[in-house]
């Protein structure tokens, strides 16, 4: 345990599994304070009482982050409480077929999975974004962590176009945001992770080609774990990032600096 975050309060949105969990995690490993947002009460409440078992102080608050206004009761109790310190805007799902799959090609894409990824991963992460900012705004100071993706960065076959559309609007918002919100001691950054093991899409096996496909981009030649997560998020988290602001930080094993595989190799 490091001593970074005693006496900061962190919020989490999408805590109950995953990446979020992770961050969760890794900020009451440094002292943290926990406000955990996600619309899965039954692992939401898992996590906290694991948390509250290490003698972490956890608040946990149900809402799904496309719903403005749940988001917007879940921020008003917030701002009438406590001082947000730093903000982990992870919350968002997979988005269905990729466009290695026929169903995923452009021409056949549906068009309410479209729908549904871009109200969640975008205007979900855009209403958070809005209340956040507002409350750090008024106290001058705060962190925000964005969780991108290796998506948003580049062209990926096997991920679905609305994935990949809904983390390149993202990215784009956030590093608008990090313009405005740096004359307030605001900042705003970006991780991208690329393949982790998570349950983003579902409770469920993951299928073993999928899996060696994935594995095939990597140079490290694995998935990530979610615990390679930690020290990141506790360093964005913390004053000792002070002056990174609108940066993009890529958590994927080097696939990013990938330049001579090709598409049918994959």
């Not at 996600?38 to 608050?61: F, M, N, P, S």
């Not at 990824?117 to 855009?126: E, K, P, R, T």
């Not at 750090?136 to 580049?154: D, E, W």
Request: aromatic share 6%.
């Amino acid at each position: 345990m490091t001593d970074h975050l005693i006496g900061r309060t962190v919020v989490v949105t999408g805590a109950a599994s995953g990446i979020g969990t992770a961050y969760a995690r890794a900020c009451a490993g440094a002292g943290a304070a926990l406000h955990l947002i996600d619309r899965d009460e039954a692992h939401l409440v898992e996590v906290a009482e694991e948390l509250r078992g290490e003698g972490v102080e956890v608040t946990t608050h149900v809402a799904d982050i496309h719903d403005a206004d749940a988001i917007d009761s879940v921020f008003g109790e917030l701002d009438g409480t406590v001082r947000i310190d730093a903000a982990f805007l992870n919350a968002g799902i997979n988005a269905g077929a990729s466009l290695r799959t026929a169903d995923g090609e452009i021409d056949a894409l549906d068009r309410e999975t479209w729908r549904k990824v871009l109200d969640i991963n975008l205007s979900g992460f855009f209403f958070c974004l809005q209340r956040t900012a507002a409350h750090m705004k008024r106290n001058h100071a705060g962190s925000i962590i964005v969780t991108g993706s290796t998506a948003g960065l580049r062209a990926e076959p096997l991920v679905s176009y609305a994935y990949a559309a809904s983390k390149a609007a993202v990215h784009a918002v956030a590093t608008q945001a990090a313009l405005e919100l740096a004359k307030y001691g605001v900042r705003i950054n970006i991780i991208a992770p690329g393949p982790f093991n998570t349950n983003i899409g579902g409770r469920v096996e993951r299928p073993a080609a999928k899996t060696r496909l994935w594995e095939r981009s990597i140079p490290l030649g694995r998935w990530g774990d979610t615990r390679e997560l930690h020290g990141l998020a506790v360093l964005l988290a913390s004053d000792d990032s002070s002056f990174m602001n609108g940066s993009v930080v890529r958590v994927d094993g080097g696939a990013t600096v990938l330049s001579q595989v090709r598409a049918d190799e994959l």
